[in-house]
């Protein structure tokens, strides 16, 4: 095992956080930007989904260079801000849902296309990182939920095309808010067993 791999606080691993951070927060802006255009709930869903994204990739990169407890707690607050951004998704969908919406179908595609792409580079970049603590696996399963929500998005997108109906807008916002509570409690349960398996280590 190289050094780089076990070192957690390495210039790889710290440069692998910031081009990732870099990534999702250009990502959640076009995603605000593009899902206010196309009135679409999917599109504003995961805009809120990668700025906490980013605030995690922060949380990741203060947390290298800590302590194990540190990390834990770090793993925490990303695990329950995905829980509270899960309950924000669902009452706009049920807003729309009365309201109504007109979401775009075509501009639902595109950037969620352009999403996919830039959530598996950053998916890419944190697999290859060595030796993964609690902090840094919660950060790659937010860019993992990240790349299902984007293909829902695309299908639904079509459907909307096609049928000009609001549901499978709604539809995605509902499925992002389920993967996020997924996330939330995978990340909470990892960072809880973390916690006992170091105290297995210490005894």
């Keep these: ?23 999702n927060v250009a ?27 980013a605030v995690v990739y922060a949380l990741s990169l203060l947390a290298l260079s800590r302590s194990q407890k540190w990390k834990r707690a770090a793993a925490r607050v990303s695990g329950v801000m995905l829980l509270i951004f899960a ?8 807003r729309r849902f009365v309201e109504g919406s007109e ?15 830039v959530n598996l580079l950053s998916l890419r970049l944190l697999q ?22 984007n293909g829902g998005i695309i299908i639904a997108g079509v459907i909307v095309l096609f049928t000009g109906a609001n549901w499978p807008d ?3 916002g ?9 996330g939330g409690i995978d990340i909470l349960r990892d960072a809880h067993q973390d916690k006992h398996d170091e105290k297995g280590d210490i005894h």
Excluded at 87 to 94: Q, S, T
Excluded at 174 to 182: F, N, P, Q
């Design 1 to 23: 095992m190289s050094e780089t791999s076990v070192n957690l606080d390495s210039p790889d691993k710290r440069r692998t956080l910031w081009i990732v951070l870099a990534l």
């Design 27 to 53: 990502i959640a802006i076009a995603f605000f930007g593009t899902g206010i255009l196309a009135d679409s709930s999917a599109l504003i869903a995961n805009g809120l989904d990668n700025s906490s994204d």
């Design 87 to 94: 309950v924000g998704v669902i009452l706009d969908v049920g």
């Design 103 to 117: 979401p775009g179908g075509w501009l639902m595609m595109a950037m969620a296309a352009v999403a996919a792409v």
């Design 128 to 149: 290859k990182i060595q030796d993964k603590d609690v902090n840094l696996r919660a950060a790659t399963t937010f860019s993992f939920n990240d790349f299902i929500s």
């Design 170 to 172: 709604l539809l995605v």
């Design 174 to 182: 509902i499925a992002v808010a389920g993967v996020a509570v997924y």
